[in-house]
C-alpha cells in the first residue's frame, strides 16, 4: 500500500491507507467514493501510483463509472492498471472506438502526464483542494458541536493522558457504573440486587456516588487535596469541576497540579473500585491516597516548568528536586 500511494516516510500513509481501506465501503454504496461534498482527489505526475478505473482523477469521477470492467478486460487492460499503463507517451492507449462509447474520455485528453513528478494525493472539500493530510480530512467529516465549559479541566498540556481520558468518560458519564447496568432491564435489575458500591457497601455506585459522594471517595479526597491547595473544595463532582473551570485557562503550575490531582483520584479510585470487583482486591483510603500523591510526585519530576522561585518553592513541597526545565508548564 505505501508504495502504491507514494507516502513512504509520511504519517498520512498510515491515515491514507486506513481511509482508503474504509473508502472501499463507501464506494461500494457510491461509486463516486463521496463523503458529501469531500473526497481524495490525484493531480497526475507519471500516472504510476494512480489506478486508471478506480481513482477520481478526471473531472467527471473514476472511469470506472462509465467503463464496466468486462469492457475493461475485454480491450486487453486489467483492473490493476494504473494511469501509466493506459498511456503512451503523451497519448491514451484505449480504443479509438472508445472515444464515441464513453464521452467522459474526452475530459481525460485535457490531463497530460509529467514524467518528472510523482503523482499526488489531494483532498477535496467543497470546492477546494488541499495537500491531502489527515488533520484536513479529519478536520472536514469530523461532527463539530459547541465547546463545552468543562474542556480545559480535562484535556490540557501536559496531562497524564489515560487520566484525562478517564475524566472525559466521566464528564460525558459513559462508564459503566451499577446505576447504569441496573436501567438495562429488569433481569440484570436481579442479577444486580446483590450489588452495591464496592468501596463504601452502601447503595449503588454512580458517576456522583464514585466522584467523590462515596465516603470512602470522600476520605480519599479529604487526604489528597490539601497538598494543592483545594482544601475548601467539598467532595462533589460538579463542585470540584466548578472551581476548576473558573481556574482552567490559568497556565500556573499550581493549577496545573489542581487539575492533575482531580484526574489522578479520580483514575485511582475506578482503578480501586475495579480491582475490588475483579480481582478481590482492596486497599484503605489512606494507601489509596498515597498512590494518587506518588503519581503526582512522578508525573511532575517528568514535567518541564520554567524555573521561577514559586515554581521551585511548589516542587519542592512535593519533594521535587530536579527534572523542572524550560517550558511553560509554570
Ligand atoms: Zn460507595
Redesign the pocket.
Known amino acids: 500500500m505505501k508504495g502504491v500511494w507514494g507516502l513512504d516516510e509520511s504519517e498520512n500513509s498510515i491515515f491514507l491507507s486506513w481511509f482508503l481501506t474504509f473508502g472501499v465501503c463507501l464506494f461500494e454504496e457510491n461509486p463516486y467514493g463521496w463523503l458529501g461534498s469531500t473526497r481524495i482527489d490525484y493531480e497526475i505526475g507519471d500516472g504510476s501510483s494512480t489506478s486508471a478505473w478506480f481513482d477520481y482523477w478526471c473531472v467527471n469521477g473514476p472511469l470506472c463509472t462509465s467503463i464496466s470492467p468486462r469492457e475493461i478486460a475485454r480491450a486487453g487492460f486489467t483492473l490493476q492498471d494504473t494511469v501509466a499503463d493506459v498511456s503512451i507517451g503523451e497519448t491514451w492507449n484505449w480504443p479509438e472506438a472508445w472515444r464515441n462509447l464513453f464521452p467522459v474520455l474526452i475530459h481525460a485528453d485535457a490531463i497530460q502526464r509529467n514524467l518528472s513528478v510523482q503523482d499526488q494525493v489531494l483532498w477535496m472539500n467543497g470546492n477546494k483542494l488541499h495537500e491531502f493530510s489527515s488533520s484536513e480530512v479529519w478536520n472536514s467529516i469530523r461532527s463539530r458541536e459547541p465547546q463545552v465549559d468543562w474542556v480545559n479541566v480535562v484535556w490540557f498540556s501536559q496531562c497524564i493522558p489515560r487520566h484525562a481520558f478517564l475524566m472525559w468518560l466521566i464528564m460525558r458519564r459513559k462508564l459503566l457504573t451499577q446505576d447504569r447496568i441496573l436501567r438495562w432491564g429488569a433481569d440484570r435489575r436481579r442479577n444486580m440486587n446483590m450489588m452495591c458500591?464496592l468501596?463504601?457497601y452502601?447503595?449503588f455506585?454512580s458517576h456522583e456516588?464514585?466522584f467523590f459522594e462515596?465516603?470512602?471517595?470522600a476520605q480519599v479526597w479529604r487526604l489528597v487535596r490539601d497538598k494543592p491547595s483545594m482544601s475548601s473544595v467539598q467532595p462533589k463532582r460538579n463542585l470540584i469541576v466548578e472551581w476548576l473551570s473558573e481556574r482552567a485557562r490559568s497556565k500556573t503550575a499550581a493549577n496545573f497540579i489542581c487539575r492533575l490531582i482531580v484526574a489522578a483520584s479520580a483514575y485511582i479510585i475506578w482503578q480501586e473500585r475495579n480491582n475490588r470487583l475483579f480481582r478481590n482486591h482492596a486497599r484503605p483510603p489512606d494507601i489509596v491516597a498515597d498512590a494518587i500523591v506518588e503519581t503526582i510526585r512522578y508525573k511532575l519530576m517528568g514535567t518541564r516548568f520554567k524555573k521561577t522561585p514559586r515554581v521551585m518553592a511548589l516542587l519542592q513541597e512535593w519533594e521535587v528536586q530536579e527534572g523542572c526545565l524550560d517550558d511553560n508548564g509554570g
Open positions: 458500591c468501596l463504601c452502601e447503595n455506585d456516588h464514585l462515596c465516603k470512602f471517595s
